[in-house]
T-cell receptor, first 110, second 112 residues
Framework: EDQVTQSPEALRLQEGESSSLNCSYT??????LFWYRQDPGKGPEFLFT???AGEEKEKERLKATLTKKESFLHITAPKPEDSATYLC???????????FGKGTKLSVKP | DTAVSQTPKYLVTQMGNDKSIKCEQN?????MYWYKQDSKKFLKIMFS???????INETVPNRFSPKSPDKAHLNLHINSLELGDSAVYFC???????????FGPGTRLTVL
């Protein structure tokens, strides 16, 4: 069965304190791994798509990387406005749809 | 300009009632989706439509039925509402199949 597991469930950082979020997956034939950001009371907002191991994508303070079993979302010198829930999703195997993880809730304190 | 819009934002209703949630996208995308996010924030696909054709139908109760009058709209009809239907429902759209999806703001459904 295809699965996506995100860790930690919650992460509290001080402003400027860099860290990483993890997304591990089991899927046969990965066709894409996606990162989304979700703010309270809003729909998920697309951040990155990764297709193959070794691929990296960057956007401002965020950098996503991919291996054959997991993806990391690195946050460098975070700011309070980076506080949100970060969702990972995979597309692959026998599924014709995205399978989401439960997310990591990030809080960045000034 | 809102890319994916949903109405209503909030919906409070009694058990047994029938309700609808509307979704519209102005991105010109060819695929639209409905997701359910439960109280634990777990986001799960319910349906998707591609060019007015249902291409994914997950194991959801047949009380739920998607209806697409045209490529820009995908409405969700729910019959005989149950307590367990309480959740936030998101509409989304994408171009060229599963990929970068644009989500609406969500509809919080509360069944009393």
């Amino acid at each position: 069965e295809d699965q996506v597991t995100q860790s930690p469930e919650a992460l509290r950082l001080q402003e400027g304190e860099s860290s990483s979020l993890n997304c591990s997956y089991t899927v046969s034939g990965l066709r894409g791994l996606f990162w989304y950001r979700q703010d309270p009371g809003k729909g998920p907002e697309f951040l990155f798509t990764l297709y193959s191991a070794g691929e990296e994508k960057e956007k401002e303070r965020l950098k996503a990387t991919l291996t054959k079993k997991e993806s990391f979302l690195h946050i460098t010198a975070p700011k309070p406005e980076d506080s949100a829930t970060y969702l990972c999703a995979v597309h692959g195997g026998s599924q014709g749809n995205l399978i989401f993880g439960k997310g990591t809730k990030l809080s960045v304190k000034p | 300009d809102t890319a994916v819009s949903q109405t209503p934002k909030y919906l409070v209703t009694q058990m047994g009632n029938d309700k609808s949630i509307k979704c519209e996208q102005n991105l010109g995308h060819d695929t639209m989706y409905w997701y359910k996010q439960d109280s634990k924030k777990f986001l799960k696909i319910m349906f998707s439509y591609n060019n007015k054709e249902l291409i994914i139908n997950e194991t959801v109760p047949n009380r739920f039925s998607p209806k697409s009058p045209d490529k820009a709209h995908l409405n969700l009809h729910i019959n005989s509402l149950e307590l367990g239907d309480s959740a936030v429902y998101f509409c989304a759209s994408s171009q060229g199949g599963v990929g970068e999806q644009f989500f609406g703001p969500g509809t919080r459904l509360t069944v009393l």
